[in-house]
């Protein structure tokens, strides 16, 4: 092992393995190992500049016992950046210290010539690479010690009833409804950031850790000590970014359903808004307006005159967001000019198809910045020219028709080794352009994310999830945990999105307990896709914005009085919070909180709050206990230490214990901390 001091890194060298470890914003290491000649110089998720940091890297060397009884001298080295420091011995494992305490090792079961621990027969290595035949890229398994007691939250967001995440194995992958960032927040006070956009696997087990790259160059990752969680993601957020100040004018309801057919179908709902006297900060224009997927314009024949419509619409003050879809069928106008210049996703072998719902499509090649240019300059004409204020970026993980990683190729390489960042580049279709021309925020609407999104303008939705009280609870989890992967724009179907029926007097009640959820979540937004599917075509054309079914009413109004008159009532609570929403907009602007609080981010001493799924933190003031079961019309609540206010009746509670509490139909359990 030689070790050398390159500029206040230390580089380690080992076997034809170069590993560089630097220190990477406050008490923070970027940690990087290749078999290549030479690192990619790919920053990934890591986009902030930093400042320098003061180090102290020691290289000496240390005693060691070795087979035969005698001694021999090892050198090792470390390298000390705030509360962290990394210690590499002789055999190029890698231990993590935050103030002096073990936090994280590598895994190694292989003899090194020593009668230590790690010295076993069975050859398990920390870091193993596999090279792919025929390629340039590496297969990289890397593995630490598990740590007893320890649990692990964050990683994005996958539908499981898991918030906890020790013991459970993830698909680095990104798919409808399952967004993978790869960054865990461990309650020994590190966070940790795999800055890898490969394709892959993490399993927390109870033996090892065990992060899995099935195609990549070389290792990056990046991992920070703190003493709470809001401290981690204060450092983390400030080496790949924040969202800017979300805009007041969007903090109330955005009305949406699947799906407005008609220009007049817009505008008859937001006048009968207006009638009704709820203001609407948005209206959503879902998918099939268009011709075909991939011309990305109205069907001219049920939206003849866009911009009066727009117009309309910005008087009501009133904001239009658009669907846009990276697929992009055959018979499109844009197909062949998109083909003839590389703009596409490629496939490995046999037929050109990425993506087969309601056509023979392929998909956009994000990565290309050609490809980027190409459909924001349609989209531009199409749409943002007419007034649409923003684009409701579907599908965008992509959705591939079969999800077979190995058979999608984009111009900068193999999907298996950057296809996670894909659902970020295709934002940043929209961004980038938007970010230019308009003096306010950018703000669009998207089913995935990457670590990093959250600097581009998104609202990450949870995807196309049932209308089940066990989908909701599972939405619970996931908000939180995307929360604590830097994620803090973040929002759902209200009441699900498949729905059999909408008379259903259960998927009602669903419907409210989830309503009531979303005013004490970051953006109130009405969606869905609800049957029966009764209602008759526009045309029998089998394309355009005609043939394609759409969903019953979605509105305030459309589940019966009663119902209406208790969204309406939590509507009003909503615009009553709208400056404490806005001042938690600005914290997660400012140090990268989220607005939806696991609760030991607020009370990260109380050990019973790093237990709690069920029950979350909006901001610091609120805490919400969302009713997650049919005909459920009492909750217990775990209140953490100090005196705390129901808001239905003012009555005050002493913290530090369990407490029960009525729940009637018309009323979510939320509690103002005193």
């Known amino acids: 092992m030689r070790f050398e001091n390159e500029n206040g890194a230390l580089v380690c060298y080992h076997q034809g393995e170069t590993v560089r470890i630097e220190p990477w914003g406050k008490d923070s290491f970027r940690v990087r190992a290749t078999v290549l000649p030479g690192f990619t110089g790919n920053d990934w998720a890591l986009s902030e500049k930093v400042n320098p940091c003061q180090t102290r890297i020691a290289i000496e060397e240390e005693d060691h016992w070795v087979g035969d009884g005698t001694i021999d001298k090892k050198e090792i ?48 290595i920390n870091r193993e690479w596999k090279g792919i035949t025929g390629g340039s890229e590496f297969s990289l398994n890397l593995k630490f010690e598990s740590n007893a007691g320890e649990k692990i939250f964050g990683m994005g967001q996958y539908q499981q009833e898991c918030m906890e995440l020790k013991g459970c194995v993830l698909e680095l992958a ?21 800055n890898n956009p490969a394709v892959g696997r993490v399993t927390f087990g109870k033996n090892y850790t065990e992060w899995i790259a099935q195609a990549t160059k070389e290792m990056d990752y990046w991992i920070t000590a703190a003493d709470t969680p809001k401290q981690i993601l204060e450092n983390y957020t400030s080496v790949t970014g924040r969202a800017e100040m979300f805009p007041e004018e969007l903090m109330g309801l955005w ?75 055959r018979k499109s ?13 490629r496939t490995e072998r046999g037929a050109m198809q990425t993506y087969d719902f309601q056509g ?5 090649d994000v990565f290309n910045p050609e490809t980027r240019k190409y459909v924001w300059s349609v989209c531009k004409k199409n749409y943002y020219d007419y007034g649409i204020d923003a684009f409701w970026l579907d599908n965008s993980e992509p959705d591939y028709g079969v999800y077979d990683f190995d058979h999608y190729r984009y111009c900068d390489g193999p999907a298996l080794a950057i296809s996670n960042m894909y659902p970020q580049m295709y934002s940043r279709v929209f961004y980038d352009e ?46 939180l945990n995307m929360g604590l ?5 973040w929002t759902t179907d209200i009441g699900g999105f498949m729905t059999d029926d909408v008379n259903d007097p259960d998927f009602r009640q669903l419907l409210i307990r989830w309503y009531q959820f979303a005013v004490y979540s970051p953006v109130l937004r009405m969606h869905g896709d609800r049957g029966p599917y009764n209602i008759p075509a526009l045309d029998d054309r089998d394309w355009g914005g005609g043939y ?56 990260p001493q109380d050990e019973k709050c790093w237990e709690l799924q069920d029950q979350y933190m909006f901001g610091e003031k609120y805490l919400v206990a969302p009713v997650l079961h049919l005909n459920e019309f009492k909750r217990e609540v775990y209140l953490p230490e100090g005196k705390w206010k129901l808001t239905s009746s003012g009555e005050i509670y002493e913290g530090s214990k369990t407490v029960c509490v009525d729940a009637p139909i018309e009323y979510m359990p939320v509690f103002e901390r005193e």
């Open 77 to 124: 080295a470390a390298i000390q950046n705030g509360k962290m420091k990394a210690v590499v011995n002789f055999a190029g494992i890698i231990s993590y210290y935050k103030d002096e305490k073990l936090i994280l090792r590598e895994y190694f079961r292989s003899y090194d010539g020593t009668l230590s621990r790690e010295s076993r027969c069975t050859k398990v």
């Open 174 to 194: 990104q798919r409808n409804s399952q967004i993978s960032i790869p960054f865990a927040v461990s309650t020994l006070g590190y966070g940790f950031l795999w």
């Open 255 to 329: 009305q949406c359903k699947l799906r407005y057919r008609t220009q007049e179908e817009v505008l008859s709902v937001a006048r009968q808004y207006q009638k009704e006297g709820i203001k609407i900060d948005q209206i959503v224009i879902d998918f099939f307006h268009w011709t075909v997927q991939g011309d990305w314009k109205f069907d001219e024949k049920y939206w003849p005159d866009p911009k009066a419509m727009v117009d309309e619409l910005h008087e009501m003050g009133i904001k239009v967001i658009v669907s846009v879809w990276p697929s992009v069928d």
């Open 333 to 345: 106008e844009n197909f062949w000019p998109m083909l003839e210049k590389g703009l596409l996703i």
């Open 360 to 364: 023979d499509c392929v998909e956009i």
């Open 434 to 479: 938007m970010s230019k021309i308009q003096k306010t925020p950018v703000v669009n609407l998207l089913r995935c994310a990457w670590a990093g999104s959250q600097k581009y303008g998104n609202v990450v939705w949870s995807g196309d999830v049932p209308s089940t009280f066990e989908a909701f609870a599972d939405q619970i989890q996931c908000g």
């Open 485 to 489: 992967a830097g994620i803090p724009w």
């Open 548 to 603: 394609l079914h759409t969903g019953q009413p979605n509105e305030l109004w459309s589940y019966g009085e009663e119902n209406y008159k208790i969204m309406k009532h939590y509507y009003d609570i909503r615009m009553s919070l709208h400056e404490y929403i806005r001042e938690l907009f600005a914290e997660a602007h400012t140090n990268g909180s989220p607005l939806i609080r696991a609760m030991f981010y607020e009370f």
